[in-house]
């Protein structure tokens, strides 16, 4: 099963109880609290304290004092809290088991997905299938619908409200608005419109744009809760056309920044990620790949390397060399 302990996603073959995870990790007689999906578990039920797919663990122990802390690393939307960094579509797979599989190994916590009508009356076998939200449960993934195939503002702010009724008043989406059916660009007239629309009805939107420094800034005036400047055409993997424009958005935003679409591989994913963007959605780049769960633990890792990078800071560039050894006290 996989669980997550202490903001990382691991996977246990043998842990039943709380007790077998514990002794798994070898911690012994160590004194330690554990807190289990947000509960605190005193010790004397470690051992009857079921585990389940996608159960979330604290684990904590005493130090010395006087160290300095670390605040956690997370990714913050309107309020909610994220350890992943990645959002991943579900879209192009080969079928539903595939994308299962994927999502898992990703480490994603947001999930995107589009809002269609349900299959005619007529065709009884189409609607006794294994829906989408079986596999994207809401009690392991955010679920953030997404306006995909919308070309009017009026459309999107409909497929918004039918997938709050749908998802029982979730009120997180993603707006996109199709302008060109070649590109697939964002018609920004439109995208503006639905923005306002959206927040004014108490949505909290992320919003699919084009890389324009200045229209951002415009929807995150507007209320939008996060900007997702596309790096390339959607579903393209040309990766980041044009990483000065994003940097300019990153560095003016006040609301997380997630580069959307165009990124193809995981060096694309970490390039995003160390000019200091909050996340990257991607779909096509995974459920694509020869081995789409093979790349999703290599995108999952990718976005990780890239979030500890920017975060590190990069050595300053140099015109010319610079010796690592010292040049004094040469040897010979």
Known sequence: MQLWINGEQTEFRDAVTLADLLHELDYGERRIAVEHNGEIVPGDQHTTTQLADGDRLEIVH????GQAQVESDTL??????????LLVGTGKYADLDEAEAALSASGTEIVTMAIRRTPAFTDPDARAKRNLLDVVSPERYTPLPNTAGCATADDAVRACRMARELLDGHNLVKLEVIGDEKTLYPDMTET????EKLVADDFDVMVYTNDDPIACRRLESMGC???????GPIGSGLGIQNRYNVLEIVENADVPVLVDAGVGTPSDAAIAMELGCDGVLMNTAIAQAGKPVLMAQAMRHAVNAGRQGYLAG????RRYASASSPANNLPF
């Open 76 to 85: 913050n939307v309107a309020g909610r809290r994220f350890n992943s960094r």
């Open 62 to 65: 005493a130090i010395g004092g």
């Open 225 to 231: 809760v996060a900007i997702m400047p596309l790096a």
């Open 192 to 195: 503006l419109a639905a923005a």
């Open 314 to 317: 990069r050595m300053p560039r």
